[in-house]
């Protein structure tokens, strides 16, 4: 089961998303893949989630303009068209299974460019896995929550959230600094 | 015997800023214990024990395990409260009609536990499980400004789980690390030819602060010039 609304957004995304690659359109491709972030906090589905991390994955690897001398990259342009059409149209049908197949088809074909780029993505998928993560729990939801989201532990994902903006935010502050460190002094005994 | 409870966020916040050797002395000065759950275990020493990346890091909590500063809890009793508070906590911000999950298990784990030990304290770097306890309508205005949202509050639900947490006090290790610093066992980072040079006071608690924060202890960077000038430093 998909929600209509997951279902409307994921579409939208796709179809941009096939747009912006095919005019090489790269801050557009990048905007589609903070699309679904706030569907993946509130209903924290699987389609909002991965969508937004292969989307970004595509983005990183797109600007890389060094690929594009690899010998398979003219391939892996072609692939990836395919598979994009084709997961607009068993979305669109609500062919969960097969949609899901598309998109890791795409993950997929991007290691086979070379080998080089096959090391490469194993890390930013990793990185783009902890970002995705990191903008959820700046929406509101807790590390762990986040974290387990994106299938990551917390070791990984709070140091990344640390360097991020999100607890200089003025709704973080829920006790004065005077009151915490009284107490604490308190309970150590500390005068 | 009375308790601190810990959250694997505050855990591994020190022990990855290798600040984690001051549990040694704050436990002989606090004169209780220093409490986790089955569940932070598992975060903090049982998985990353499989992995390559954060092994040391597993090794040196269990360590402090080992030696008994830091006590393992797991009480048959708790899995109900614990069942309880999540359900509850996960219910009351409810977003285009759908409840918003925002706490995990382990969170709500350790939160039980300090319930149950009646713990002073509830020592904790999560942002969203420490604005649930202090000041929930911070948390749900948050949640709007960063979802453009309007987010309803389930008040049953939130009165239920405020009763069940009203004496649970939040601690971050931010001022663990402030009130190591009072007692001077950071003295130990200023002491070249062992002398305490007190010039470097100020960066030191600065330093450690900072350290603290980027490794995701939810602290804002006003609160750590209010600590600063409440420790007698000016801005």
């Known amino acids: ?191 | 015997m009375k308790s601190i409870a810990i959250d694997s966020g505050t855990i591994i916040s020190m022990v990855t800023n290798n600040l984690f050797w001051v549990f040694k002395h704050l436990v002989k000065q606090y004169k209780g214990e220093f409490i986790i759950s089955k569940s932070v275990y598992d975060e903090i020493v049982s998985y990353p024990l499989t992995t390559k990346r954060f092994k040391l890091e597993a090794v040196m909590v269990n360590d402090y395990i080992l030696e008994g500063i830091i006590k393992v809890e797991d009480p048959k009793e708790l899995g109900n409260l614990s069942n309880e508070l999540l359900e509850l906590a996960n219910d009351i911000f409810l977003v285009k009609g759908e409840p918003m999950k925002i706490l995990h298990k382990a969170e709500v784990d350790v939160l039980a536990l300090a319930i149950h030990l009646k713990s002073d304290a509830l020592l904790t770097d999560e942002r969203a499980l420490r604005l649930l306890i202090e000041n929930p309508i911070k948390l749900q205005k948050l949640m709007e400004n960063k979802l453009h949202t309007k987010i309803i509050l389930n008040k049953g639900k939130l009165d239920v789980f405020q009763e069940l947490t009203k004496n649970i006090n939040v601690i971050r290790s931010t001022e663990i690390i402030t009130i190591a610093y009072e007692l001077g066992l950071l003295n130990r980072y200023i002491t070249a030819k062992k002398i305490v040079h007190t010039k470097y006071k100020k960066l030191l608690l600065e330093g450690a602060l900072w350290a603290l924060k980027l490794k995701g202890c939810s602290i804002s960077e006003e609160e750590i010039k209010e600590i600063i000038k409440f420790e007698g430093f000016g801005a």
């Open chain 1, 1 to 191: 089961m998909i929600r209509p609304i997951v279902k409307k957004d994921i579409l939208s995304v796709l179809k941009n998303s096939f747009t912006a690659i095919k005019h090489n359109d790269l801050p557009k491709l990048r905007e589609e893949s903070f699309h679904t972030v706030h569907n993946s906090s509130i209903y924290q589905d699987e389609y909002s989630i991965s969508i937004s991390v292969v989307i970004y994955a595509l983005y990183k690897v797109l600007e890389k303009e060094g690929y594009k001398e690899y010998n398979n990259w003219n391939k892996f342009k072609s692939s990836l068209t395919v598979e994009l059409k084709r997961s607009i149209h068993y979305l669109i049908r609500e062919d969960l299974k097969n949609y899901s197949v598309s998109l890791k088809k795409i993950i997929s074909n991007l290691t086979k460019i070379d080998k080089d780029v096959s090391y490469y993505i194993n890390d930013l998928m990793e990185s783009t896995r902890v970002k995705k993560a990191s903008s959820i729990h700046k929406h509101g939801v807790s590390v762990g929550k986040a974290a387990e989201l994106l299938g990551l532990t917390k070791w990984e994902l709070m140091p990344y959230s640390g360097q991020t903006k999100s607890y200089d935010d003025k709704f973080n502050i829920s006790k004065t600094v005077k009151d915490r460190i009284l107490f604490v002094r308190g309970i150590f005994g500390v005068k």
